[in-house]
């Protein structure tokens, strides 16, 4: 993947029948993007034998999404073709990651879930209505998540309420468990 602003080096080997490096006559390159042509046959840069490479500057207003490249080699006899992918994508900036963790994410949002998702940050968990079979084993209960740990204390603003179920065997092993949001 590359990035608006990168440099994506295209390479071309050419080898014969037996696997040994050859040169073409000509080397040529084609870039586009769905059916917008970007680069059309310009000539590839000779690197050593068999070996030809492109530099394409992927401009800073460039379209994003899947870029398809064309390699062309002309030999005396015939005209051999290569193909290849790559797409181009926006950069998350490294400064994203400088943000505060705490506060910085509101409660419902999708930075919330996602940090919670990613364990990026403290959980603080109380558990409520315990509920225990004849064996002492806990078959089913409800369970708070908090943003911070005098949360838990007060029992105030919980992020999410779970409630989770266990079902044992005979030999009071756990078969089965779920914890659900409620």
């Given at each position: 993947m590359y990035y608006l602003g990168d440099t994506k080096k295209i390479i071309a080997q050419f080898t014969d029948d037996a696997g040994q490096l050859?040169?073409?006559t000509d080397v040529f390159v084609t870039i586009k993007i769905g059916n917008t042509l970007l680069i059309d046959e310009v000539a590839m840069t000779y690197d050593s034998e068999g070996f030809y490479y492109y530099d394409y500057a992927?401009?800073?207003?460039?379209?994003l999404g899947e870029y398809v490249v064309i390699i062309k080699g002309v030999f005396s006899v015939v005209t051999t073709y290569g193909y290849e992918q790559f797409s181009v994508r926006n950069k998350v900036e490294d400064s994203v990651w400088d943000h505060?963790?705490?506060?910085n994410i509101q409660s419902g949002s999708f930075g919330e879930a996602i940090a919670r998702i990613l364990g990026l940050n403290q959980q603080n968990i109380r558990m409520f209505n315990q509920v225990y079979d004849g064996s002492r084993n806990l078959v089913s209960c409800s369970m708070k998540i908090y943003k911070t740990a005098s949360d838990v204390d007060t029992d105030t603003d919980p992020l999410a309420i779970y409630v989770m179920n266990a079902t044992y065997d005979i030999d009071g092993k756990l078969t089965d468990?779920?914890?659900?949001?409620s």
């Open positions: 050859i040169n073409p992927i401009p800073l207003n460039a379209a505060p963790v705490l506060d468990y779920k914890l659900k949001e």
